[in-house]
């Protein structure tokens, strides 16, 4: 039931693709976390919800491992020309992201997306204060140690769409 309520959800709120795995088939790396320190996003030490914030692997492993159900979701958008558009098509994504969010409030569900937790204009973690919202923090894959690439490529599922088209991959744990 609550399966179907997912899928209805995600079909509803319009994404490209989705899969469905056992938590336990989700692959964490070390390097995801070293990648991290090394990007330029700026949310390295900044949000709650991205490394070493977001703690150790152990403890990010146990965070998505309670559920027992993964379903991987994939929008596809188009960077720009010249990735004029790369922050149009964020928003666009954090846009379905809330709307997915929204339509399953009420369930036992954990929704992860890409980016670090955007609830707040500013995380906390900028200022050295605690997390306003604990319970509601939206956390994210990479930023908890998660090989995307590597489990979109196993499932078959679009990274790279060509002609400067690019996967954003989100996940509802259940
Ligand atoms: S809820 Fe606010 S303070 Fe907490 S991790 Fe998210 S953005 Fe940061």
Redo the contacts with the bound molecule.
């Keep these: 039931m609550l399966r179907e309520k997912i899928i209805n959800a995600i079909n509803e709120v319009g994404f490209d693709e989705y899969k469905e795995i056992s938590s336990s088939d989700i692959i964490f790396a070390d390097a995801v976390f070293a990648s991290c320190k090394a990007n330029t996003c700026g949310n390295y030490g900044q949000?709650?919800?991205c490394p070493p914030l977001s703690g150790d692997m152990a403890e990010n492993k146990q965070r998505f491992l309670k559920y027992a159900h993964a379903i991987i979701i994939n929008k596809i958008v188009f960077l720009g020309k010249y990735y004029e558009k790369m922050e149009e098509s964020g928003a666009q994504v954090a846009e379905l992201l809330d709307q997915l969010r929204q339509k399953l409030e009420d369930e036992p569900v954990m929704i992860a997306g890409p980016g670090g937790?955007?609830?707040?204009k500013e995380?906390?973690?900028k200022l050295s204060e605690p997390?306003?919202?604990?319970e509601?923090?939206?956390y994210s894959l990479e930023g908890s140690g998660m090989d995307i690439v590597s489990m979109s490529r196993k499932l078959g599922m679009t990274y790279n769409a060509g002609d400067k088209k690019v996967g954003f991959f989100m996940m509802v744990l259940y």
Aim: hydrophobic share 25%.
């Design positions: 949000n709650y919800s937790c955007n609830l707040c995380c906390a973690a997390c306003r919202f604990p509601q923090k939206r």
